[in-house]
């Protein structure tokens, strides 16, 4: 267990979180341009990765990627409860949460939603999200080649009666801004027009392999802010999320000529070039010197406009989260989730 349970206080090199950039969002809101992944893929334990929260927050982190299937909310809200009393203000955090796919039925939203917040013992959040687009549930930690039978395809019906839940949650004050995850433009265009709040954050998976640059310019040109997940490439993500035409950000030549010149790890360029392009990464680490070196790439040193041009032209279409867990029946293979041809597959 980590000292700053029993004392906490601000680390003596803490990062100003008043000099981290930050991203207005449309709703007015300013959400830090850089946050702390909490999804632990397996490798630890809930009790650490809440000890790497508080860390991170004595380190200067204010922006906190929590998800009700992380499994470890409670054991988060611990942690913030700590840094609370501790001395910092609740307005200065801004805390992510995620309603999954068991949970979009009728009246079940604002249970998960109250969950996560009795969980996280807060009053509010600042943000909350639909998972994936789809009430397709697979349990936590499950075989990448599981099925569920009930898996159905994509309904803007059914979209939209769990975003009109999202919607009422803003209305009661639960929640400050709602938005979604997992999303591709066919689906956004077929249920745009019926959001009466409009989303304020798409979080998709973005990192120099996979930047999927017409989605990011229609997030952009909508006023929806992208959170990147796995912005370094999710290396150590678990097996069954692999498979063997990945490619590996971090071994990319650009990548590490960048790193060289910096004098800083792969990973931390990921991260740099993530919020230099303009979307907000959430890189996941429990290692001190890992997460503050995240933290700090946003504030020093920034990429050449030649590195930036240069990292532009690594993508490599290289979808890491393919989510194939929850295909349903009839469905042709992972990419009947991801609409390639701007179609909705039925
Ligand atoms: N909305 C969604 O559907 C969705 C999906 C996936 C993820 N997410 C969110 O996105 C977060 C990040 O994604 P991720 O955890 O899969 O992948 P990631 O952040 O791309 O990669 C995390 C791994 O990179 C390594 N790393 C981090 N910082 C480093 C540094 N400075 N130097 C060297 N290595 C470093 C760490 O490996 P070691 O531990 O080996 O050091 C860490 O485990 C998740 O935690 C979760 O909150 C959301």
Known sequence: MNDLRNNFKLAKNTID?????????????EIPAVGLGTFGSDRFTKEQIADAVLGAISNGYRH??????????????????????????REELWI??????????????????????????????????????????????????????????????????????????????????IGTSNMTIAKFDEVWDDMRIKPAINEMELHPHFQQQAFYDYCINKNIQPIGFCPIGSPTRPDRDKTENDTVDIEDPVVITAAKRLGVHPAVICVKWA??????????????????????????????????????????DCRLIKGQVFLWEGANDWKDLWDVDGVIAK
């Not at 979180?17 to 809101?29: A, E, M, Q, S």
């Not at 906190?64 to 203000?89: H, R, T, W």
């Open 96 to 177: 992510t949460s995620k309603v999954w796919n068991d949970m979009h039925g009728e009246g079940d939203v604002l249970v998960s939603c109250a969950t996560s917040l009795r969980d996280l013992k807060l009053d509010y959040l600042d943000l909350y999200l639909i998972h994936w687009p789809y009430p397709n549930y697979h349990a936590p930690g499950c075989d990448g080649d599981s099925r569920n039978p009930d898996a159905k395809a994509f309904r803007k019906d059914e979209f939209l009666s769990t975003w009109r839940q999202l919607e009422q949650l803003v209305d009661m004050g639960l929640v400050k801004n």
């Open 275 to 316: 919020a230099q392009r303009g979307q907000i990464p959430i890189p996941f680490s429990v290692k001190e010197n890992e997460y503050r070196g995240n933290l700090l790439s946003s504030m020093i040193d920034p990429l050449t406009d030649d590195e930036m041009e240069d990292l532009s032209k690594i993508n490599k």
């Open 64 to 89: 906190i990627d929590c998800a009700s299937v992380y499994e470890n909310e409670p054991e988060i809200g611990e942690v913030l409860d700590i840094a609370i009393k501790g001395g910092v203000p």
């Open 17 to 29: 979180p008043n000099k981290v950039p930050k991203k207005k969002l449309y709703t007015g809101d």
